[in-house]
């Protein structure tokens, strides 16, 4: 993989993420009955910070979910054969409130069709809005964002990559593209 370029520093992270906890606030306004869940594994740090963001801006704390959407995946035979499944952690009642799922990336819109299904397991919120840390196109279900922090053009031989202290050692986003070697080989 080749690293074309750093499109978010921490710096820009952490604006993203207070600009969109004051439009969640603003959308909803104010925090009465919301909730949000975060999707495994960087939506859950985001949804993290997103909440500490919405305490600097309302002194109240809002709880925090995280979903595990490894079973839900339509995917997952082409995943592994035998997939990894994380503990969710939803230890509050979602029916009726006004849940906002956090994700790091919104790609074709199948991780959230599958956090979706995984939801309504746990209940029938009053809403669910959609925060993303980035949206990078190519919707392949009709999926669409209610908060974004950056709207990145990609083409289909990039990637975007969410890097976060919690789980990467940095906070950036980066877009890098497959090698001509990654291509033949079928690597990464």
């Not at 952490?14 to 960087?42: D, F, P, Q, T, W």
């Not at 809002?62 to 339509?74: A, H, S």
Request: glycine residues 6%; aromatic residues 4%; contains cysteine.
């Amino acid at each position: 993989m080749i690293e074309k370029a750093k499109i978010l520093d921490k710096e820009a992270i952490n604006r993203s993420l207070m600009r969109i906890a004051h439009e969640i606030v603003e959308k909803n306004k104010g925090i009465g009955g919301l909730c949000l869940v975060g999707i495994r594994n960087r939506g859950v740090y985001l949804a993290q910070r997103l909440a500490g963001c919405i305490k600097k801006i309302e002194n109240q704390e809002v709880p925090v979910g995280i979903l595990d959407i490894t079973l839900y995946r339509d995917d997952l035979t082409l995943i592994s054969s035998q997939p990894v499944v994380h503990k969710t952690e939803i230890d509050f009642d979602i029916q009726d409130k006004v849940l906002v799922l956090v994700d790091d990336v919104l790609y074709t819109g199948r991780t959230v069709r599958a956090a979706l299904d995984a939801l309504i397991d746990f209940g029938r919120p009053q809403t669910i809005q959609l925060a993303v840390l980035v949206d990078r196109g190519h919707r392949e279900l009709p999926v669409r964002a209610d908060f974004v922090g950056k709207n990145i053009p990609t083409s289909l031989k990039e990637t975007v990559e969410v890097r976060l202290e919690e789980t990467d050692g940095a906070d950036e986003v980066v877009i890098v593209e497959k090698s001509n070697e990654d291509a033949i080989y079928g690597t990464k």
